[in-house]
């Protein structure tokens, strides 16, 4: 079975400091691992994945998120946080032969001016 | 391109009534589609998924289901609306490796 562990149901930063949200997984095999924003009463917009490769992974918005494979995690980043950068922040992994994607509970950051 | 559409963006219904909700594709061949729920703005629920037409997976005994009947399109039906169905519907794509990409979603208010 695979997993997605979002500890920390919000995050609270003011604008331009950094900006972290912790991801930790469980999966079978190699994993495919994604980062998903919401919006209110939005549809997910994907930000990023990783696959193979490097293990710094750059995405839109200028967020980035770091493979960490013996610590199974792919902590999502932005080194300087935006008021827009507001919303709920999804980790998803899916294994290498699995169709499906299995998705964190959710974080919902707040960036204050 | 590729791209989905999902409708309606709103329904309210009520309880008992039945329910239809469509979701389309464009741009793409024999997709792998799926139908999530969230609730309370929170986690996504994976009601069905389907890697090809007329193929329907169930990951939770309830009181919805999912057809495929063409390569494309994917609707979630009910024949009796429950109050605890009420949530945020979402529809989504994948292709290979390449992550999910999502409908817009539908808003359902069972009343």
């Known amino acids: 079975a695979q997993s997605v562990a979002q500890p920390e149901d919000q995050v609270n930063v003011a604008e331009g400091n950094p900006l972290t949200v912790k991801c930790t997984y469980s999966?079978?095999?190699?994993?495919?691992l994604f980062w998903y924003v919401q919006y209110p009463n939005r549809g997910l917009q994907f930000l990023l994945k990783y696959i193979t490769g490097d293990n710094l992974v750059k995405g839109s918005y200028g967020f980035e998120a770091e493979f960490n494979k013996s610590q199974t995690s792919f902590h999502l980043k932005k080194p300087s946080a935006l008021v827009s950068d507001s919303a709920l922040y999804f980790c998803?992994?899916?294994?290498?032969?699995?169709?499906?994607?299995?998705f964190g509970a959710g974080t919902t950051v707040t960036v204050r001016a | 391109s590729q791209t989905i559409h999902q409708w309606p963006a709103t329904l309210v219904q009520p309880v008992g009534s039945p329910l239809s909700l469509e979701c389309t594709v464009e741009?793409?061949?024999?997709?792998?589609l799926y139908w999530y729920r969230q609730a309370a703005g929170r986690g996504l629920q994976l009601l069905f998924y389907s890697v090809g037409i007329g193929q329907i997976s169930s990951e939770v005994p309830q009181n919805l289901s999912a057809s495929r009947p063409q390569d494309r399109q994917f609707i979630l039906s009910s024949k009796k609306l429950l109050l605890s169905d009420s949530g945020f519907y979402l529809c989504?794509?994948?292709?290979?490796?390449?992550?999910?990409?999502f409908g817009s979603g539908t808003r359902l208010t069972v009343v």
């Open positions: 741009g793409t061949s024999n997709p792998n």
């Open positions: 999966v079978s095999g190699n994993p495919y």
């Open positions: 998803a992994v899916r294994g290498s032969n699995d169709y499906k994607l299995s």
């Open positions: 989504a794509w994948s292709v290979s490796h390449y992550g999910y990409t």
